[in-house]
């Protein structure tokens, strides 16, 4: 069974930086792409960073220039730098994977997990 595990939020002050991880674990035999997606309290989630395989890396508008979405392929993690945060980027975080997982690969398949979610709070 695949598993997300996240780690790395917290409560950080206007302007300062965290680093989130997702380490995809279990019978994985690829994984094609990993994202962040965050969701803030009445609001739908939304997409922050993906990045694929082969690195090409795909950034919201609201936070390009400041996030930046990382993954080792050896390690099945990703990562999310960000840096000057602001309250606006106050949210839970998830993790996204597009991975390939099965007993056997003949017997694999291709879906999407999600990690369950860390808080990330930028406040004064």
């Known amino acids: 069974q695949v598993q997300l595990v996240e780690s790395g939020g917290g409560l950080v002050q206007p302007g300062g930086s965290l680093r989130l991880s997702c380490s995809a674990s279990g019978n994985i035999f690829s994984i094609y792409a990993m994202g962040w997606y965050r969701q803030a309290p009445g609001k739908q989630r939304e997409l922050v960073a993906t990045?694929?395989?082969?690195?090409?890396?795909n950034n919201a508008d609201s936070v390009k220039g400041r996030f930046t979405i990382s993954m080792d392929n050896a390690k099945n993690t990703a990562y999310l730098e960000m840096n000057i945060l602001k309250p606006e980027d106050t949210a839970v975080y998830y993790c996204?994977?597009?991975?390939?997982?099965?007993?056997?690969?003949?017997?694999?398949?291709?879906?999407?997990?999600w990690g369950q979610g860390t808080q990330v709070t930028v406040s004064a």
């Open positions: 996204n994977a597009d991975l390939r997982s099965g007993p056997n690969r003949l017997v694999s398949r291709r879906q999407d997990y």
């Open positions: 990045i694929t395989s082969a690195g090409r890396i």
